[in-house]
């Protein structure tokens, strides 16, 4: 999705309705900022809780650990 904004007189950018949305954000949300080069990215910071229980179904068992990969030289 591409969206264009205008940067106000404040240095104030208003993201738009259907990202927001799309993404989830809510007012208060903190955000940082990447510069590369002339390119700048907005990344929205997530609490740590929010990546809890981000595979429910993933089966610990089957994760290799540093023994396992040393094991195999």
Do not use: C, Y
């Not at 904004?5 to 954000?25: C, D, G, H, N």
């Not at 990215?41 to 089957?62: C, G, M, T």
Request: no cysteine; glycine share 4%; aromatic share 6%.
């Amino acid at each position: 999705m591409q969206a264009h904004v205008t940067l106000s007189s404040k240095f104030q950018l208003a993201i738009p309705k259907e990202i927001r949305e799309e993404m989830q954000l809510s007012a208060g949300q903190k955000f940082a900022f990447l510069r590369k080069g002339d390119i700048l990215q907005l990344v929205p910071l997530r609490p740590l809780e929010s990546f809890f229980n981000i595979a429910p179904d993933a089966d610990p068992v089957l994760t290799r650990d540093r023994s396992d990969r040393l094991a195999g030289r």
